[in-house]
């Protein structure tokens, strides 16, 4: 199982980048994908996720109407698009894949691999 963030890096506030999740190693359909990101000091916070299987999506109160994340099943690739960025989104982005479904997709226990993770940085 191997899940490959990209797309991070330093961007001003205002401005937006897209992160993508490459995954493999298992059947893409049967899970779903999180985002979560960590910054320094800061416990990990559930930021989005998608279920595979239906298309649907949680956000985090924090990021509702500036994220979106979307699904490419035939890439077995999941997309952050991160628009409107602020300082304080300045973290490691982690992406994650969750087998079946969850009440509580925000969690990090729920989820059962992970991904290294990628740097974003906002400059205000």
């Known amino acids: 199982v191997q899940l490959v963030e990209s797309g991070g890096g330093l961007v001003q506030a205002g401005g937006s980048l897209r992160l993508s999740c490459a995954a493999s190693?298992?059947?893409?359909?049967?899970?779903?994908i999180g985002w979560f990101r960590q910054a320094p000091g800061k416990e990990r916070e559930g930021v989005s996720c998608?279920?595979?299987?239906?298309?649907?999506?949680y956000y985090a109160d924090s990021v509702k109407g500036r994220f979106t994340i979307s699904s490419d099943n035939a890439k077995n690739t999941v997309y952050l698009q991160m628009d409107s960025l602020k300082p304080e989104d300045t973290a490691v982005y982690y992406c994650?894949?969750?087998?079946?479904?969850?009440?509580?997709?925000?969690?990090?226990?729920?989820?059962?691999?992970w991904g290294q993770g990628t740097q974003v940085t906002v400059s205000s």
């Open positions: 994650a894949a969750m087998y079946g479904s969850s009440w509580y997709p925000w969690r990090a226990n729920e989820y059962d691999y």
């Open positions: 190693g298992f059947t893409f359909d049967d899970y779903a």
């Open positions: 998608i279920y595979n299987s239906d298309d649907s999506t």
